[in-house]
């Protein structure tokens, strides 16, 4: 490190300069915040007090090292190793989804919603196994399943079960190949499968692009909906009669995904708005 890099904010400074060209100010020192508290354990209310308090020179070399990769694109959860959800450190890396706050606005409603649930859940498309984590952990009197196909997504879940302590089951399922029967009979079923449009890539950011799994993002723009047709042919014979669906959605399909699950197979199918009022969840409630 350049030895007149030396103090919190010389080096905040010197990581705003990094991430200029290439993110918009206030992006820019939400990130160099984000690395400063990460490596230095100072908060912004700390790191503005405490500006003139020289870093110890290891975590000085990490932050530039990390500000270095954030400069480049990385995501900063693929950076740090992990990513907060719903109260616990979920461990993530390259090939799997990073968890986004929209899952976790979902799991809450869940989490909210069910109080005191003991029943059985089946989380489709796990990925890092976040959703089941979460429920298993709120619900400990449940019988928590979470399914993937990719190899990478279900070593990380695994893992990460094992970290926290969750009881949860997995399997590895093919949810546009496999049987209905593969999937356990489920009070709550709960999926955030892939579903932004090839079309609307374009307008995504660089470092999702660059470094996130495509096969748990993208669908063909020509069958948007084709995890969530699986998901209602599983539902229709795992979830069992009074049970509930919950998915999180792309937010310019949310009723055309809605109409999959009709009545008077679902007494009450629901789209509801996330905190930045986009349709982005379905809670289908099935007739029993």
Request: net charge negative; aromatic share 6%.
């Amino acid at each position: 490190m350049a030895e007149k890099v030396q103090t919190i904010s010389e080096i905040s400074a010197h990581i705003l300069r990094m991430l200029g060209e290439s993110h918009p100010a206030e992006e820019a020192g939400a990130i160099a915040t984000a690395i400063i508290r990460e490596y230095a354990g100072m908060g912004r209310a700390a790191q503005l007090a405490f500006g003139n308090r020289v870093a110890e020179g290891a975590a000085a070399e990490r932050i530039l090292e990390a500000a270095a990769r954030a400069a480049a694109g990385e995501p900063l959860q693929y950076i740090f190793g992990y990513a907060d959800f719903c109260g616990h450190r979920i461990e993530v890396g390259p090939g799997v989804l990073i968890p986004r706050p929209e899952t976790e606005e979902m799991t809450l409603m869940i989490i909210r919603g069910h109080s005191g649930f003991i029943d059985t859940i089946t989380d489709l498309c796990t990925g890092t196994g976040c959703v089941a984590i979460a429920l298993a952990l709120a619900f400990p009197g449940a019988s928590v399943t979470a399914t993937d196909l990719s190899a990478a997504a279900l070593e990380m879940a695994q893992h990460n079960i094992y970290c926290l302590g969750a009881g949860v089951t997995l399997i590895k399922s093919d949810l546009l190949k496999n049987e209905p029967a593969d999937i356990p009979e489920s009070n709550i079923i709960v999926s955030n499968p892939p579903y932004v449009t090839m079309s609307e890539k374009r307008a995504m950011q660089r470092n999702v692009l660059d470094h996130e799994p495509h096969d748990a993002l993208f669908v063909p723009d020509d069958d948007p909906l084709l995890y969530y047709r699986a998901i209602a042919r599983i539902a229709q014979q795992r979830l069992l009669p009074g049970g509930t669906l919950w998915l999180e959605v792309n937010e310019n399909l949310a009723h055309e995904t809605a109409a999959l699950f009709p009545t008077p197979r679902y007494r009450r199918t629901s789209v509801i708005r996330d905190i930045r009022g986009k349709e982005r969840f379905i809670k289908a409630e099935k007739d029993g």
